[in-house]
């Protein structure tokens, strides 16, 4: 027996957990002296969310903001999640990218990088592995924990055995959403480490309140490493307490070594923090043990909620729910993280609101029964597929050995607005996103979202919800104006929430008239023919595939939205010609907009 090592996730994955991963990096950098001195055996503080909420919302450069934080922190390990091929974006990426994201992340200040695929396909594993070996640093190979009937103590030893034979230095048991119950745990950390002799990490989130006590039996049965919180960013949908777990473990053959009163000191810290982010807290990153019956994380909770509240659809939230785990039984039981947790949450979401299961069914469950995500767990469901691909071929490949190499392209395509590698790597995750990101760094007008007083209106606005931003120029004076949540307030009416610099603002208008004629609108009508085309859910258009006067057949793909960062195509329900197209790429669009007109 010896000491019980300790990873802190209060910088990554706590956050993310609670407060939907908006803790900006000025509040993170004061209190590092103190928790490098607490003897941590690594902090998590990058990868997963992180890297997509700082471009996306905080309009901060993730690299620099690893940079900072390694300088801050000389003596602890620092640690990373890369989703192995799919890295911190929502697609697989070519060889060359992985491997240059790898050493980009190592040379900026990583030293171990937790790896994981969320079908548990080992081989969009291989070219990260091998890359985190080559950049001389730490690799976990990771084990996505769920339950299912293919899912058996057997499978993940197998597993496990295939991670060490592929160099992992240590192996983690990831348990995204929960589902560990204590007397599994120690059984399943019996098997593992029963053949593989590598130092073993539990991360299982508090979501079913059952973690702290997963964790115990862990360490009984032989598990070298904890992943906690610090008290004031644990519990709920985020993991064990630090102080609680070393207070447990004191006066045990494997006390933690670690000190309360340092630790109090930290939390003391956080709390105050945690206040500041008051606007992104939700009802749904409660500790819930109906985790154990849906396998939905905490995360993907309070995004779905987020996305329901915008349509005025709350009510149907048991109903997604519910049907979250039909969707993951037809797509062959995936593990539930990202990014299969937003393409099941997503296509679960189509199928309660549209009234009917695949009336929709978004590109990525497309790709993903074409095998473009690796293997599925378990067989599929035959009539799905068919009714998502018809007659279209299935990959049985390693996703990635159809991408050609594309750094170059990336780089060429960014030009100029990259500074250097890292920069084009950002613009390599999220193309749209990064290339507005770098350009407004460039032309000096980053704006982070604002953060709303606790007196404000705060309670009362969606929170996550994406919002549309724009300046307004009034007799000299620059106003910042974010709309958000806009959608059908019942009888007809409109409720919009505005932020005007920075000051909350909730309006309800009284009619669509109403609502375009104040200015504030897209202007676009209600849809009310059968050749309007409209979005089933609010979003962003990311291509239009057909212009005015163009000749469309009923069900033909005329525009594709993302929405829960998942791509729809819109069909048309007629067929006929084209008399008006009213968006544009990068458009934010609502249901009941007339989107294209078809006559």
């Not at 791509?567 to 008006?580: C, D, F, R, Y």
């Amino acid at each position: 027996m010896k000491p019980t090592e300790v990873t802190d996730l209060t910088l990554r994955d706590a956050h993310q957990s609670l407060i939907a991963t908006r803790m900006r990096t000025e509040d993170m950098l004061p209190i590092c002296e103190k928790l490098d001195a607490i003897g941590y055996w690594s902090l998590e503080v990058w990868g997963g969310a992180t890297f997509d909420a700082c471009v996306r919302f905080l309009k901060e450069d993730p690299w620099e903001r690893l940079r900072q934080l390694r300088a801050a922190l000389p003596k602890t390990r620092l640690q990373m999640l890369l989703r192995g091929q799919n890295l911190l974006g929502y697609r697989h990426y070519a060889d060359d990218v992985v491997e240059a994201f790898v050493q980009s992340a190592a040379d900026n200040g990583i030293d171990v990088f937790r790896i994981f695929d969320a079908l548990n396909d080992l081989r969009n594993l291989e070219v990260a592995m091998k890359a985190v070996k080559k950049a001389g640093k730490h690799a976990q190979g990771t084990l996505c924990y769920t339950t299912s009937p293919v899912h058996t103590l057997a499978m993940f030893t197998e597993q496990a055995r295939a991670l060490r034979d592929m160099g992992a230095d240590s192996i983690a048991i990831k348990d995204m959403a929960g589902l560990l119950t204590p007397y599994a745990t120690y059984d399943l950390v019996k098997a593992i480490k029963a053949e593989v002799d590598l130092p073993l990490v539990i991360h299982s989130h508090s979501t079913a309140g059952l973690a702290a006590q997963c964790q115990l039996k862990a360490i009984e049965a032989g598990a070298d490493r904890i992943d906690t919180a610090i008290s004031s960013f644990a519990g709920g949908t985020s993991h064990p307490a630090t102080e609680t777990q070393v207070a447990a473990l004191k006066d045990t053959p494997w006390e933690t070594g670690l000190d309360l009163v340092a630790l109090q000191e930290v939390a003391d810290y956080f709390r105050e923090v945690r206040k500041k982010y008051h606007q992104f807290e939700s009802e749904f990153t409660r500790e819930d043990i109906s985790v154990q019956i849906n396998q939905v994380p905490g995360g993907m909770m309070s995004n779905l909620a987020n996305q329901l509240k915008e349509q005025n659809a709350l009510d149907r939230i048991r109903d997604v729910f519910n049907e979250i785990p039909r969707v993951r039984e037809d797509l062959g039981f995936p593990p539930l993280v990202t990014p299969t947790s937003q393409i099941v949450g997503t296509q679960a979401v189509y199928n309660v609101l549209a009234g009917e299961r695949y009336k929709t069914i978004t590109n990525e469950v497309k790709r993903y029964f074409m095998g473009g995500y690796g293997k599925p767990p378990a067989e599929v469901n035959a009539q799905v597929l068919k009714k998502a691909i018809g007659n279209e071929s299935v990959s049985d490949a390693r996703p990635a050995d159809a991408l050609k190499p594309e750094l170059e392209k990336l780089t060429r395509d960014i030009g100029d607005l990259a500074k250097s590698k890292e920069d084009v790597l950002t613009f390599a995750m999220f193309p749209d996103m990064g290339r507005d990101f770098l350009k407004q760094r460039a032309e000096g007008t980053l704006v982070p979202e604002p953060l709303l007083p606790p007196e404000s209106a705060a309670a009362h606005k969606p929170s996550g919800a994406t919002p549309t931003e724009f300046k307004v120029d009034v007799h000299g004076e620059t106003y910042e104006v974010a709309v958000t949540g806009v959608g059908d307030f019942g009888s007809g009416k409109r409720k919009l929430y505005i932020s005007l610099d920075g000051m909350p603002e909730e309006v309800v208008f009284e009619s669509l008239n109403e609502y375009v004629a104040d200015g504030r609108s897209s202007g676009r009508q209600k849809a009310s023919e059968p050749g309007h085309v409209t979005a089933a859910m609010p979003g962003n258009i990311v291509e239009v595939l057909i212009s005015e006067g163009d000749v469309v057949e009923a069900g033909q793909a005329v525009l594709i939205t993302e929405a829960m960062k998942m791509e729809t195509e819109i069909n048309a329900s007629v067929a006929g010609t084209v008399k008006g197209v009213y968006v544009a790429k990068g458009d934010r669009v609502t249901p009941g907009e007339v989107l294209v007109d078809i006559g």
